[in-house]
């Protein structure tokens, strides 16, 4: 069958899929909306929060991100998934036993002040939407590309999707949905991996392949990659780039901020009991490994299969992919020598390094962009990272309807995330803000009416990221986790671990962590943003792992700052107490 | 018995930090260029370590912690009925 058709069905199949789960789980109470009732088991939870955790990001652009940084990919790998440990030891156990339906709402109970559930709301819905927007621009590029569709319209099927199941079925419609997503995107992810993983090593294992020899050859395939790396002008594809203190302070932020997101953390609010939730945690991660563990073998396979494909090539020869994603308008091949050969090397191919495209062919056929050769180095392709997921199966020949199942995954990858992020942006609205704030008079069922308004105007907004796509997404993304690390995992933690802890230290906490960790983003992502090199980094830490300062300037503020006023009142000691024990 | 549920609980907990800072943020890139002198196979054992093995080493810190806790709850709470059945709050 012919690909489009192909990715039409698998796509439909797996929409229907979704849309009938919905249906069948639909909530009843705000208990369901909110947590799903308290009945998942600990394993389907396990899949929920691998799906909800693995985004567009994770399953499009991780392995290429990690194909172009080699070792210092390692930032994401650890990052993304130590922060698991971090939550089924330090948090899960504890705020399940809490047994209420938000992190605000944790937060504002612990600290017995509204005032610091109002800042854990601010936090949150930054941070939530900050990560939607991501997802809804992962779903235009799907669908541009695989069903040829105009991004909007497919970036409003998305919509029309996930306002369905998550407006319907809140927490309870979607951890099921994710449930079947997870199946579709690891299968999705899994079949091409191994696929690649035979054809280039041999070795149907791709976590083992990548450490294998090249298929016919007795050298090694990381060895290889080493040596290619080096003669095209890069650092060893095994060795750091990054210096060894940020590349620790990035890790460590990412992981904090991982533990520290809120659409994670509620997941671990729906199983029955406190071992489950630590269960659940140790299964999410089992899920997310599986993906994890492969991507930075895809990165190694199609890296070695791109620079094999096109390095050398004339371009009136360049494979047909080649020419399919340069039409989507990410990749540009700019000819800086005019010998009609396509040059790979390190270095910017282009000034301004993003292509802007003319309407014209260049004398083979290329499309030509308005932008000046970077003339510094003899790079000629411009390649967009994300590709190399969404690429590898047509880079590597495989057939049509492994390419049609990578859209169906992705698609799976962005929604169930979009899905749980907008129901804990629609939860701290409708019970955090209305009901513990400004309305505390309503009964449930306008409690209940007001989360599914609220998931539908959070859903139109996400939308409008998606089709006016804010330039800034790359760089807030530093923000999402950075915040997540240095205002709401200190706040959990201090909350669980130090019974001590009142409302002014913790309050004060989060506010300096907020305000030093954004200013410091803010400072080198947006204003002076060619600044933002080693030299001038306060310790050598980049903003991506300023977080985790900001984390360490919490916890010293929130100690300090508690001395000076009075120990919190004895019902919070009772109430920790109570969720300390299981 | 010596400690409280929740003393041996912070025990169990911090050697299991230790572990997990040793795996990732120790091998994976404090020392990853010293064990990157040993290979496993076509890894260098510090890359290795840093885009796989830490990974390995997180599901087993968790499941580990299921198994000791799940110990520590039978010993200190195994009259109560209350861990058996669902608890409705």
């Not at chain 1, 017995?112 to 939530?128: E, N, P, T």
């Not at chain 1, 690891?186 to 294998?212: C, E, H, K, R, W």
């Not at chain 1, 050298?219 to 650092?235: A, M, T, W």
Request: with cysteine.
């Amino acid at each position: 069958m012919e690909l489009k058709t192909l990715t039409y069905l698998f796509v439909g199949i797996s929409f229907a899929i979704y849309i009938g789960i919905a249906i069948w789980s639909r909530a009843r109470s705000t208990n369901d909306f909110y947590i799903a009732g308290k009945g998942v088991n600990p394993i389907a939870n396990g899949m929920a929060t691998a799906a909800d955790w693995m985004s567009a990001a994770s399953f499009i652009s991780m392995a290429g991100l990690i194909a172009f940084l080699g070792k210092d990919g390692s930032v994401y790998l650890m990052g993304w998934t130590g922060g698991y440990v971090l939550l089924a030891l330090l948090l899960a156990p504890y705020l399940r036993k809490f047994g209420k339906y938000t992190v605000p709402d944790f937060i504002g109970t612990r600290y017995y002040s509204k005032a610091a559930r109002l800042v854990a709301i601010v936090c949150l819905i930054f941070i939530s939407f900050t990560y939607v927007a991501g997802q809804m621009r992962g779903v235009g590029i799907v669908f541009s590309r695989f069903l040829e569709v105009d991004i909007n319209t497919g970036v409003i099927i998305g919509m029309l999707i996930v306002f369905f199941y998550a407006v319907l079925g809140g927490m309870k419609g979607i951890t099921y949905t994710q449930v079947a997503q997870y199946c579709v995107l690891i299968f999705a992810y899994m079949v091409p991996a191994i696929f690649i993983s035979l054809m280039i090593t041999n070795n149907p294992i791709p976590q083992l392949g990548f450490g294998d020899k090249i298929a016919g050859s007795s050298v090694y395939l990381l060895d290889k990659l080493d040596q290619l790396s080096l003669e095209l002008g890069f650092n060893a594809y095994t060795d750091n780039n990054k210096s060894n203190v940020d590349i620790f302070f990035i890790t460590a932020a990412l992981m904090f901020g991982t533990a520290g997101l809120p659409h994670v953390i509620v997941r671990f609010f729906t199983v029955p009991k406190v071992s489950d939730a630590r269960k659940s945690a140790g299964y999410a991660l089992v899920f997310i490994a599986l993906l994890y563990t492969t991507a930075p073998a895809v990165a190694a396979f199609a890296k070695i299969n791109f620079i094999d494909s096109v390095q050398e090539v004339e371009y009136k020869n360049a494979p047909e992919w080649f020419k399919n994603w340069e039409e989507i308008g990410l990749i540009a091949w700019k000819d800086k020598n005019n010998d009609g050969i396509i040059n790979y090397s390190k270095g910017n191919a282009l000034d301004g390094i993003k292509p802007k495209y003319l309407d014209k062919e260049g004398t083979h056929g290329e499309r030509l962009t308005s932008n000046n050769p970077n003339t510094t180095n003899s790079n000629e392709v411009y390649i967009d990272n994300d590709i190399m997921v969404l690429a590898n199966p047509e880079i590597a020949q495989l057939p049509n309807w492994v390419i049609a199942l990578v859209a169906a995954g992705a698609l799976a990858a962005a929604l169930s995330t979009a899905a749980g992020l907008l129901l804990v942006i629609s939860a701290s609205i409708s019970h955090d803000l209305m009901k513990k704030i400004l309305m505390p008079k309503i009964t449930e069922k306008q409690e209940l009416l007001f989360a599914r308004c609220a998931a539908a105007v959070a859903i139109f907004i996400a939308g409008l990221f998606g089709i006016y796509p804010p330039g800034f997404v790359a760089q807030v993304v530093a923000f999402a986790f950075g915040l997540a690390a240095s205002t709401i995992f200190p706040a959990l933690f201090l909350g669980i671990f130090y019974k001590g802890l009142n409302k002014e230290g913790a309050i004060a906490g989060m506010i300096s962590g907020l305000v030093a960790t954004s200013s410091y983003i803010i400072y080198f992502k947006f204003f002076n943003s060619q600044l933002n090199t080693a030299e001038n980094w306060f310790l050598g830490i980049s903003p991506e792992g300023f977080g985790f300062f900001g984390m360490i300037i919490n916890f010293c503020v929130a100690l300090i700052v508690t001395n000076f006023y009075s120990k919190p009142p004895k019902e919070i000691y009772q109430m920790i107490d109570n969720i300390r024990q299981p | 018995m010596k400690f409280s549920y929740w003393k041996s609980n912070l025990i169990i907990l911090s050697s299991l930090l230790v572990i997990w800072f040793i795996v990732s943020f120790g091998f994976g890139i404090i020392w990853s260029d010293n064990l990157d002198n040993f290979r496993i196979g076509g890894f260098k054992l510090g890359f290795w370590f840093s885009q796989q093995g830490s990974i390995y080493f997180f599901v087993l810190i968790i499941f580990l912690y299921v198994y000791l806790m799940n110990k520590l709850e039978k010993k200190f709470f195994s009259d109560s009925k209350k861990l058996n059945s669902k608890d409705k709050n």
